[in-house]
C-alpha cells in the first residue's frame, strides 16, 4: 500500500515571501504521479500541480513549482511571492497510474499566509 | 467551463436514517470518483466508476452503495446512518488517460 507523510501541520508565511510544503511518500511502484492540491476556506479541491514519476524535470506552474526526489521519494511544493489567496490548506496526493487513478493523500498542511 | 457539480449541498438527517448524494461529472468525462473526508482529516478514497461500472473499491463501508447511470452521472446511497459518517463528500471525474481529477464542492453530510 502506498502512504503519503506531510510533516507540517501549519505554516504561516508573509506575504509575498517564499514558503516550502513538504511531502514524502512510499511506494514500491515505478508508474506513478504526484500531486498537490489545494483546499481554500470554500473547501473546493483544486490542483495546483502535477509531476509524472519517470520526468526527471521538476513541474513549475507560475509561483509554484515542486521538488522532486525519486530516490528519497520526496516531493515538495515552493510557493513564491506568497498571496492572501493561497492561505488554504494544501494536501500532496499520490496515484499509481493505470491502476484505477485513484489518489492517496496525506494529511495536509494548513498555509496561513500572513498581511 | 462546466464543472463536477454535485447535489445537495448540504444535508442533515438523523441516526439510522437513508441519504442519497448525486454527481454529476464534467461532460466527456467517464471516470467518476467518491471520497470522504472526516473533519479535520484527509480525503479517503471510497469508490470508483468507469464507463457505467465499478472500477475500485476503497474503505467504502458495506451499508454504502453506489452506481453510475446511463448519462454517467453517479450517486452514492448511504443507509443506516451514523454520527461518523459525518463528514464532506467529494465526487470527483476524470477522462480516459488523463490523470487530472476534478473535484466537486462536495456534500457536508451531518448525521444527528
Known amino acids: 500500500a502506498q502512504t503519503v507523510t506531510q510533516s507540517q501541520p501549519e505554516m504561516s508565511v508573509q506575504e509575498a515571501e517564499t514558503v516550502t510544503l513538504s511531502c514524502t511518500y512510499d511506494?514500491?511502484?515505478?508508474?506513478?504521479?504526484l500531486f498537490w492540491y489545494k483546499q481554500p476556506p470554500s473547501r473546493q479541491m483544486i490542483l495546483v500541480i502535477r509531476?509524472?514519476?519517470?520526468?526527471?524535470q521538476n513541474a513549475t506552474e507560475n509561483r509554484f513549482s515542486v521538488n522532486f526526489q525519486k530516490a528519497a521519494k520526496s516531493f515538495s511544493l515552493k510557493i513564491s511571492d506568497s498571496q492572501l489567496g493561497d492561505t488554504a490548506m494544501y494536501f500532496c496526493?499520490?496515484?499509481?497510474?493505470?491502476?484505477?487513478?485513484?489518489?492517496?493523500f496525506g494529511g495536509g498542511t494548513r498555509l496561513m499566509v500572513k498581511p | 467551463a462546466a464543472g463536477v457539480i454535485q447535489s445537495p449541498r448540504h444535508l442533515i438527517k438523523e441516526k439510522r436514517e437513508t441519504a442519497t448524494l448525486k454527481c454529476y461529472p464534467i461532460?466527456?468525462?467517464?471516470?467518476v470518483y467518491w471520497y470522504q473526508q472526516g473533519p479535520g482529516q484527509d480525503p479517503q478514497f471510497l469508490i470508483s466508476?468507469?464507463?457505467?461500472?465499478?472500477?475500485d473499491k476503497g474503505s467504502i463501508p458495506d451499508r454504502f452503495s453506489a452506481q453510475q447511470f446511463s448519462d454517467y452521472h453517479s450517486e452514492l446511497n448511504m443507509s443506516s446512518l451514523e454520527l461518523g459518517d459525518s463528514a464532506l463528500y467529494f465526487c470527483?471525474?476524470?477522462?480516459?488517460?488523463?490523470?487530472?481529477?476534478?473535484f466537486g464542492q462536495g456534500t457536508r453530510l451531518t448525521v444527528v
Open positions: 470527483a471525474s476524470s477522462a480516459t488517460g488523463d490523470t487530472e481529477a476534478f
Open positions: 509531476q509524472e514519476a519517470y520526468k526527471q
Open positions: 511506494t514500491s511502484e515505478s508508474n506513478y504521479y
Open positions: 496526493a499520490f496515484m499509481i497510474r493505470n491502476a484505477g487513478n485513484m489518489l492517496t
Open positions: 466508476f468507469y464507463e457505467k461500472m465499478q472500477s
Open positions: 461532460p466527456r468525462h467517464d471516470t
